[in-house]
């Protein structure tokens, strides 16, 4: 299997713009995860889906922020204005259980200008 | 609020040497522990699990439990230039990981 893949890698977006940020889970895996991380705050937990369905979405920061998973292959996190306080790596990351390991995605960097 | 916390570092110990991660975390009814490695503008690597109370070895590698003590660490052993990357702590107090902040250890040669 090829992992967990992430897309773009890299994201350089004006104020105000739509962002959307790509998922593919590992193939079998009931449960996606989103995470943001910063150097003042770390590694977050957004929101996490079990069989495509969102179970927890109490990290996600503001309503600008959004998930979806149409299918068991993708999932995308959109972010509507973005800000530059926006600006992060956020990694996608799956597992085959809950309350197992997780496995990550590359990444994408965004960066908010 | 459930946390996770470790010391940030940086953690500096010479080629050869032990080198000794903590982590605590405040729910008590987190059942799976889990620690991972970063290197610089990398993702997070699964490095060692841990369940249940005690010791679990894997190479260099130790990880140690103790729910009582609400506690997790891991000792690296033969510690490398290759080893220095921040580790993360991550802890599962219901199904999602929750992560500490990081500890940065640098190995010199």
């Known amino acids: 299997d090829a992992g967990v893949i992430q897309s773009p890698r890299h994201e350089v977006t004006e104020m105000g713009q739509e962002v959307t940020l790509r998922c593919k889970p590992i193939?079998?895996?009931?449960?996606l995860f989103w995470y943001r991380q910063t150097m003042m705050r770390g590694l977050e937990l957004l929101i996490y889906?079990?069989?495509?369905?969102?179970?927890?979405d109490s990290g996600m920061p503001e309503d600008r922020f959004s998930a979806k998973m149409p299918n068991a292959s993708f999932s995308t996190l959109k972010i509507q204005p973005s800000e530059p306080r926006d600006s992060a790596v956020y990694f996608c990351?799956?597992?085959?259980?809950?309350?197992?390991?997780?496995?990550f995605g590359q990444g994408t960097r965004l960066t908010v200008v | 609020q459930k946390e996770v916390e470790q010391n940030s570092g940086p953690l500096s110990v010479p080629e050869g040497a032990i080198a000794s991660l903590n982590c605590t975390y405040s729910?008590?009814?987190?059942?799976?522990f889990f620690w991972y490695r970063q290197y610089s503008g990398k993702s997070p690597e699964l490095i060692m699990s841990?369940?249940?109370?005690g010791d679990k070895e894997d190479g260099r590698f130790t990880a140690q439990l103790n729910k009582a003590s609400q506690y997790v660490s891991l000792l690296i052993r033969d510690s490398q230039p290759s080893d220095s990357a921040t580790y993360l702590c991550?802890?599962?107090?219901?199904?999602?990981?929750?992560f500490g902040k990081g500890t940065t250890l640098s190995v010199s040669s």
């Open positions: 841990i369940y249940s109370n």
């Open positions: 729910d008590r009814g987190s059942q799976s």
């Open positions: 889906f079990n069989n495509n369905v969102p179970i927890d």
């Open positions: 193939s079998g895996h009931d449960y």
């Open positions: 990351a799956s597992s085959l259980l809950g309350n197992t390991e997780a496995f």
């Open positions: 991550a802890v599962v107090p219901g199904t999602a990981l929750i």
